[in-house]
């Protein structure tokens, strides 16, 4: 694992509000713990053992508000995409036995979730931000998504 996987941790879990994550594989652990002085990190590989803290390391770079919800039109009809803030997997329902978060047709607003994107093992919610009607699913469920690549397209209302 290098610096720049677990930035990507230190920065899922201060989006996501996670206080503690544990990796383990083979001869390779890490912890990551928050509290009121930033993220504290230990790391065992192959014997040897280190504590740093997130503090020390640079701060990754946040994504924008709009990545989730693009205030550029799409495809100059109006639209809005909602686009997804990371690379993962896309999941249109919480579990394989629960109905999709949202449908063509569905009206949503800013805190409506519309879908789940798996990187890394966690589960993140993608909320819509912003307040309209699914026009178009862009995405097949359970299929790798890239970081800004379109999910929804969304009429404003």
Same mark, same amino acid.
């Given at each position: 694992? %290098?610096?720049? %996987?677990?930035? /990507?941790?230190? %920065? ?39 504590? /740093? ?74 909320? /819509? ?29």
């Amino acid at each position: 694992m %290098d610096l720049k %996987d677990i930035k /990507a941790i230190i %920065d899922l879990m201060r989006k996501n509000s996670i206080s503690e994550f544990e990796l383990e594989r083979q001869d390779f652990k890490i912890k990551l713990k928050r509290g009121n002085g930033g993220i504290q990190a230990a790391s065992e590989e192959a014997g040897a053992y280190a504590v /740093a803290s997130a503090a020390a390391l640079p701060a990754p770079v946040p994504t924008p508000a709009a990545t989730a919800a693009a205030a550029a039109a799409a495809a100059g009809a109006g639209l809005l995409e909602i686009k997804s803030p990371m690379i993962g997997t896309f999941y249109r329902a919480p579990s394989p036995e629960s109905q999709e978060y949202v449908e063509v047709g569905s009206e949503v607003n800013p805190e409506t979730i519309v879908c789940l994107i798996e990187a890394m093992k966690v589960m993140n919610e993608i909320k /819509a931000e912003v307040k309209g009607v699914v026009t178009h699913i862009l995405v097949e469920n359970a299929k790798p998504v890239e970081f800004g690549q379109p999910l929804f397209r969304i009429r404003p209302t």
